[in-house]
């Protein structure tokens, strides 16, 4: 049982009636209203935030929306010394390398979750649960240190030169292996999305009634079965928000990118080619914008990513918020 | 009498075998570079550790006994700046919305702190620097923990509101039943009950914006030298380790290795201290 304070200096014995009023002073009355307006406040902060972050961001890039317009996100010549600036070799290197860190992570995040919910023993969950929590925990610079001295020297001794001999056929996979470039910013972006898209997941499976797997089952289905009809087919809804949610945070990581995709300012077919992206420029050429146009097509940069972002959560953040709604309404009735 | 189970076809055997062993694999695959990434922290980070490392200021490459005492010191001060701007706002919106949130306009702020959570760290970084450094003039720690302090305000709101309303209505009315105002009730009766699972909340938006190195690249900028003053720029951890990493020298490689080890050994430390600290006082409210 939670202690309750101030119970010891409570008032007078409440039976009398009367006494009651006397504890609701003016003084208190006051304090309440004082107490809740400054919560008030406070959730206000929130909204006044989001509302900052359009106004600042808009305001510090009229230079360069005024300048470029719309072609500003078509254009492919970034050069700060004549003062052209177009973002579309960052867009094509942000949308690539999440498109490949969402190729990699969703397979595995789902089945992972899959993993820990249907299948494995009682006393391995809460391991690999909590483990998975831990990559969320681990900073994203961490990431990248481990990123250039440990998985782009693999990536280029052991997995380009077999993904170049086999695939190279396609297109994706020629040119030299850097081991640094965007297959490695897809991987390490891969990595830091999976427990995003996992821990999702994990609760809407969770939340699939047991008695959909056990009908199923009861029909002679096996395992592999049960989960296709009966577990995912139910939470696919709440899958796909999970994986809009890893999306957004692979549009907007920053640092472990910025140090493995080579921070070349080019639109290549190979994924073993350099690249650069929305975030990484920002965070690389920001602290050395010398003129004013040059760090208002930053902040452009900036605000694209505020906007894209935005979108992507909100989407996700409907989709899971109708799912476990419904859910709860479900189980309540 | 025929016999009501078939044997299962091939196909159906094989699928269901070939599902086990994917998902199995799966669990495997992303348990391993976890294990792969601490590994290798502690087996680079340790051997760099030493006294000159944690008390010294970075010096220039081949000068030996350079450390980063200066940016774990500046690292602290930054989010200080940053807690103290975050966790009263944020646990005061959680507040907000689980006591006295009802209809719109409490589910918008939860949507909008739910969104904020997923904007970019660079991007706040941005408006930090719009918001403080450009009328200032100069990078500033201040500016470093506006903007951590403004990523802890949604998560901390969120887990807040998570925690409180966990709170049996039954305690509120008690505590209302016994004549005692509002506002007593709300920080004495239902944030206390709620309390450990508020500042488990807390610690993880701290830790979470404790390794950001995105929005500090121009806020607090970095700083070769001991700064103490919140109004100068300074040195943060992630932001040396970033500029260490991406540098030729070898030991400064190495120094990148142990300063990662520090970070992740800082953030567990002040995690865990809460959480015994906090568990040990619910225990003797408990008796």
Known sequence: ?333 | MPSLSRPLSLWRRFSNLAFIGLSAGAAFLVLAPLVAIFGYLVYKGVGSINWAFLTNTPRPVGEPGGGMANAILGSVMILGLGSLIGVPLGIGSGVYMAEFGTGRYTTLVRFTADVLNGVPSIVVGIAAYALVVLPQHHFSALSGGVALGIMMIPTIARTTEEMLLMVPNSIREAALALGIPQWRTTLQVTLRTASKGVITGAMLAFARVAGETAPLLFTAFGNQFWNLNPNQPTAALPIQIFAYAISPFDEWHRQAWAGALILIFLIVVAVSAVRVVTSRGSMANNA
């Not at chain 1, 921070?263 to 050395?288: D, H, Q, W």
């Open chain 1, 1 to 333: 049982m939670a202690a309750v304070p101030g119970t010891g200096e409570a008032h007078a014995p409440a039976f009398v009636v009367p006494h009651i009023e006397l504890h609701t002073s003016r003084v208190s009355k006051y304090l309440d209203v004082l107490f809740r307006y400054s919560l008030l406040i406070c959730s206000i902060s929130i909204l006044g935030v989001m509302a900052l972050f359009f106004y600042e961001l808009t305001s510090r890039s009229k230079l360069s929306i005024a300048k470029f317009g719309f072609h500003f996100f078509t254009g492919s010549t970034w050069d700060p010394v004549s003062g052209d600036f177009g973002a579309l070799p960052f867009i094509y290197g942000t949308l690539v390398s999440s498109l490949v860190a969402l190729v990699l992570a969703v397979p595995l995040a789902v089945g992972v979750s899959v993993f820990v919910t249907e299948l494995c023993p009682r006393f391995l969950r809460g391991i690999i649960s909590f483990t998975v929590e831990l990559l969320a925990a681990i900073p994203s610079v961490i990431y990248g240190l481990w990123g250039i001295f440990v998985l782009a020297p693999l990536l280029r001794l052991y997995v380009e030169p077999v993904l170049a001999k086999y695939l190279g056929w396609t297109g994706l996979f020629t040119g030299p292996e850097y081991g640094i470039g965007m297959l490695a910013a897809g991987v390490i972006l891969a990595i830091m999305i999976i427990p995003i898209i996992a821990s999702i997941t994990r609760e809407v499976l969770v939340a699939v009634p047991q008695s959909q797997r056990e009908a199923v089952l009861a029909l002679g289905a096996t395992r592999w079965e049960m989960v296709r009809m009966a577990v995912l087919r139910n939470a696919r809804a709440g899958i796909m928000g999970g994986i809009i949610l890893g999306l957004g945070r692979a549009i907007g990581e920053t640092m472990a990118v910025t140090m493995l995709i080579g921070n070349r300012p080019e639109v290549a077919k190979s994924l073993f080619a350099p690249g650069y992206t929305m975030a990484s420029v920002i965070a690389n050429e920001f602290s050395e914008a010398t003129d004013d146009l040059y760090l208002s097509a930053l902040v452009e940069i900036g605000l694209a990513l505020l906007i894209v972002t935005v979108i992507v959560n909100a989407c996700a953040r409907l989709l899971v918020w109708s799912i476990t709604r419904s859910n709860a309404a479900r189980n309540n009735a």
